[in-house]
C-alpha cells in the first residue's frame, strides 16, 4: 500500500485535562483533497491545527501518537517549526489578511524566508496571484491596502500568501464560513485547481462542500474518527450508523 | 414622601450634580490657561524666544532656557524609546506568565507612581555622583528617562496587546519565527500606540522640575551648552527661579514663561492626539 503524504497514528490530544482527540489514525494522500467533516467542537480544527504544529502556541496542549510528513515525525525533537510551517500552510476561517498593501502581504512569506531577491519579489507576487485568479483583478492595484478587498478576494489573497512560501500541503480550516455561496463555489473551484500541485486537507461544517470538493472524507465525533474513506463511498453507502445519521441531516 | 421620590426630580438633581462636577473640573483648567495667556502674552516677542537673558534675568530672553528643555526631551527620547519599547516587547511577547513577570509588572506601575522629586534625588545620587556625569545634559536625560520609562512602558504593552491575535497566528503559519512575527507583523501596528504613549509621557517629562533640579539645571546660565556633560537651563527651573529666587522680577516675565511651558505642552500633547487619531482613521480590523 502506498504511503500517505500525512500518516497520523494513534493521536491523542489534550487540553489541560480535556480530552480533544482520541486515537486518531488517517492516512492523507498527496495531492488530493482531504475533507474533515463532523459538528461544531468534535475537533476538526484540532486536528488540522496538529499537522503544522500551530497547536504549540496554546498553553496546557499535549500530544500524543505520531504524525508523519513524507516519513518524517513532526513531533520528533530534531524537526525544524519553521521549515515545517513553509512546507505546511494554513488558511484560516475568517480572511486575515495584513492591513498593509496586496503587494506586501503576497511578500511577506518569501521575504521572511529569504525565498527571493528585493528584484525578484514582483514576479512571486504574480505568479501567487495567477494561481489564485486575482492577477487580473488586481494587476492595477497591488499598493492598495488589502483591506479594501471582497471577503473572497481576501480570502484568495491569504492562499496566494500561502503559495507564495512554496508549501507542499494547504490546510484550510473552514475557509469559506465567512462567505456567501457564490464566493464558496469560487473557493471550491480553485481548490480543485491547486488539487494537482498541492495536497489539500479541508475541515468544513459544510457536508454538500465536503461532497464537491473531496476526495476522501473523514467523519469526526467527539474527538473520534467514526469513520474514514473515499468521498463518494462516505456520502453514498457509509459503514457506520452514526455517519449515516450525520450525513443525512438525522444527528443529534 | 411621593414628592420627594418623583423620579423626574431625581433626574434633574442627579444631572445638576453631574453638571456641578465637571464645570467643577473644567473650570480652573480654563482659569490657568486663561491667566497664563493673558499676563504672558504681552512679553512675548521674538526677542523674548531667541535672546538670552541679560541683568541677572530681569530682562533679555529665555532662549537658554528653551534650548535646554529641548535638549533634554531629545536625550529623554534617546534613551527611554528603546529600552521601554524592548522591555515592553520582552515583558508583553516573550517573558513566561510567572510570579516574576507578575512581580516586575507591578513594579513598573508603581514607578510610574513614584513622585518625581525621588527620580530627582535617584538621578543625584546615581548618575551625577556614582556614575561621575556631574550636573549635565547627560544626567538629567537619564534622569528624565528613567522617569518616563514605567508609562512608556504601559502603553507600549497595552499597544502591542491590542494587536489581534491572527496576525501573530498568519505570521507563523507561514514560518516565521517570533522575532520575525513582533518586528513585521505586530510592531508596525503597534507603533501608533507606542509613539502616543511616549509623547505624552515626554510632555510630562519637559515639564517637570523635581528631576531636574539636581542633575542638570543651572540656575543662571547666560550661554549655550557645548556638550552633554555641560549644565543647562531649562523651562521649568527657570520659572521657579524667575517665581521664588530672584527679587523684583516683572511678574510679566514670569507669566511668559509659564506660558511657553504650557505651549510646549500642548503642543506635543496635539502631535500625539493628531497622530492617534491619524491612524485611527487608517486602521480597520
Known amino acids: ?252 | 414622601m411621593n414628592q420627594l421620590m418623583n423620579p423626574r426630580r431625581t433626574e434633574k438633581i442627579v444631572f445638576f450634580f453631574l453638571l456641578l462636577s465637571t464645570l467643577v473640573v473644567v473650570l480652573p483648567v480654563i482659569l490657568v490657561v486663561g491667566i497664563i495667556v493673558v499676563r504672558g502674552s504681552s512679553v512675548l516677542s521674538w526677542e523674548f524666544l531667541t535672546a538670552l537673558p541679560r541683568m541677572g534675568m530681569k530682562a533679555g530672553g529665555i532662549f537658554p532656557a528653551i534650548f535646554g528643555t529641548f535638549c533634554l526631551v531629545v536625550g529623554t527620547v534617546v534613551f527611554a524609546l528603546p529600552v521601554g519599547i524592548f522591555s515592553a516587547i520582552y515583558l508583553s511577547e516573550y517573558s513566561k506568565r510567572g510570579r516574576l513577570t507578575r512581580l516586575i509588572e507591578l513594579a513598573i506601575v508603581n514607578l510610574a507612581g513614584v513622585p518625581s522629586v525621588v527620580y530627582g534625588l535617584f538621578g543625584l545620587g546615581f548618575f551625577v555622583v556614582f556614575l561621575n556625569f556631574g550636573a549635565s545634559i547627560l544626567a538629567g536625560s537619564l534622569t528624565l528617562a528613567v522617569m518616563s520609562l514605567p508609562v512608556i512602558i504601559t502603553a507600549s504593552r497595552e499597544a502591542l496587546q491590542a494587536v489581534p491575535k491572527s496576525f501573530r497566528e498568519v505570521s507563523y503559519s507561514l514560518g516565521a519565527t517570533k522575532w520575525q512575527t513582533i518586528r513585521h507583523a505586530v510592531l508596525p501596528h503597534a507603533l501608533p500606540g507606542i509613539l502616543t504613549g511616549t509623547i505624552l509621557s515626554l510632555s510630562r517629562a519637559a515639564g517637570e522640575t523635581a528631576p531636574i533640579l539636581f542633575t542638570v539645571a543651572a540656575f543662571y546660565l547666560p550661554k549655550l551648552p557645548k556638550s552633554v556633560f555641560d549644565q543647562a537651563m531649562a523651562l521649568p527651573y527657570h520659572l521657579y527661579v524667575l517665581s521664588t529666587q530672584v527679587p523684583n522680577v516683572k511678574l510679566e516675565l514670569q507669566y511668559g514663561t509659564a506660558l511657553v511651558l504650557v505651549a510646549l505642552a500642548v503642543l506635543m500633547n496635539i502631535v500625539g492626539i493628531v497622530i492617534r487619531s491619524y491612524f485611527r482613521t487608517k486602521k480597520q480590523w
Request: a positive charge; proline letters at 4%; hydrophobic letters at 40%.
Open chain 1, 1 to 252: 500500500m502506498v504511503e500517505g503524504k500525512i500518516e497520523i497514528r494513534g493521536l491523542n490530544f489534550y487540553y489541560g485535562t480535556f480530552q480533544a482527540l482520541q486515537d486518531v489514525t488517517l492516512r492523507i494522500r498527496e495531492r488530493e483533497i482531504t475533507a474533515i467533516i463532523g459538528p461544531s467542537g468534535c475537533g476538526k480544527s484540532t486536528l488540522l491545527r496538529c499537522l503544522n504544529r500551530m497547536n504549540d502556541l496554546i498553553k496546557g496542549a499535549r500530544i500524543e501518537g505520531s504524525v508523519k510528513i513524507d516519513g518524517e515525525d513532526i513531533y520528533g525533537s530534531s524537526v525544524d517549526l519553521i521549515r515545517l510551517r513553509k512546507k505546511v500552510g494554513m488558511v484560516f476561517q475568517r480572511p486575515n489578511p495584513f492591513p498593509i498593501s496586496i503587494f506586501d502581504n503576497i511578500a511577506y512569506g518569501p521575504a521572511i524566508h529569504h525565498l527571493a531577491s528585493k528584484q525578484a519579489l514582483p514576479d512571486i507576487v504574480e505568479r501567487s496571484l495567477r494561481a489564485v485568479g486575482l492577477w487580473d483583478e488586481l494587476k492595477d492595484r497591488l499598493s492598495g491596502s488589502a483591506l479594501m478587498l471582497s471577503g473572497e478576494q481576501q480570502q484568495r489573497l491569504c492562499i496566494a500568501r500561502l503559495i507564495a512560501v512554496e508549501p507542499e500541503i494547504l490546510l484550510m480550516d473552514e475557509p469559506c464560513s465567512a462567505l456567501d455561496p457564490v464566493a464558496t463555489a469560487k473557493i471550491e473551484k480553485l481548490m480543485l485547481e491547486l488539487k494537482c500541485r498541492y495536497t489539500i486537507v479541508i475541515v468544513t461544517h459544510n457536508m454538500q462542500q465536503a461532497a464537491r470538493v473531496s476526495d476522501w472524507a473523514a467523519y469526526l465525533y467527539l474527538g473520534k474518527l467514526i469513520e474514514f474513506g473515499e468521498t463518494k463511498m462516505l456520502f453514498t453507502t457509509p459503514k457506520k450508523r452514526e455517519t449515516e445519521d450525520y450525513i443525512t441531516g438525522r444527528f443529534g
